[in-house]
């Protein structure tokens, strides 16, 4: 994938500085102080923005997918603003001042990579992303470093959140299979420890 060049560029990621696209899905925190005008974190990925919980330290957050304005859209923001500046995005300076932000979706909607879930014994399904991350990103790798002293790569949260899911539907499926709507603990698969 080509970077994009600084006519596309509406911010860049807080934490690894990839270019965020005008129109782009994006991620920020929940916590009310990432949001703020002069900070405006903003990151490309859920990875990513889990990456400064360990800086932050959060007691209570969460990832909120955005979207981010079209060109048009800021442009008339910077205009509204007064801001005469030359129309190009600063991508070494993050975050850059911008119109307010576009209005949070607490879920993204189905995309393309979906699958359906349904309730044993009932007709309604609900659409579930399959690159979801299932695993708090930080307390993986801190284990990992704990346990061996080794770093942990970021993809290493993809994988597993593939096991998990693997073991949700195994859950699933024998608490179905006993007709019972609730997953219970003896229907998760026991880990074999060596």
């Known amino acids: ?35 703020r005008q002069r900070t405006r974190l903003v ?36 205009d509204a603003s007064g801001d005469d500046n030359d129309d190009a995005v600063d991508v070494h300076d993050a975050p850059t001042p911008g119109p307010t ?12 990579a979906t699958r359906r879930v349904v309730d044993s014994g009932s007709s309604s399904a609900t659409a579930v992303s399959d690159d979801d991350v299932l695993i708090v990103v930080s307390r993986m790798k801190k284990y990992i470093r704990d346990r061996s002293g080794m770093n942990t790569s970021d993809a290493v949260a993809v994988a597993l959140s593939e096991h998990v899911r693997a073991v949700c539907d195994e859950a699933i499926r024998i608490a179905g299979a006993d007709g019972r709507k609730t997953v219970l603990d003896r229907d998760v698969p026991k880990v074999v420890r060596k």
Do not use: Y
Not at 101 to 112: A, I, N, V, W
């Open 1 to 35: 994938m080509e970077p994009m060049s600084d006519s596309q560029t509406w911010m860049v990621c807080s934490a690894c500085r990839k270019s965020i696209g005008f129109g782009a899905q994006h991620w920020v925190c929940s916590v009310s102080t990432c949001n």
């Open 43 to 78: 990151f490309c990925s859920v990875g990513c923005w889990d990456s400064h919980l360990s800086v932050l330290r959060h007691r209570d957050a969460w990832a909120v997918e955005a979207r981010a304005p079209s060109r048009a859209d800021w442009e008339a923001g910077r």
């Open 101 to 112: 932000p576009m209005p949070l979706r607490s879920m993204p909607p189905p995309g393309p």
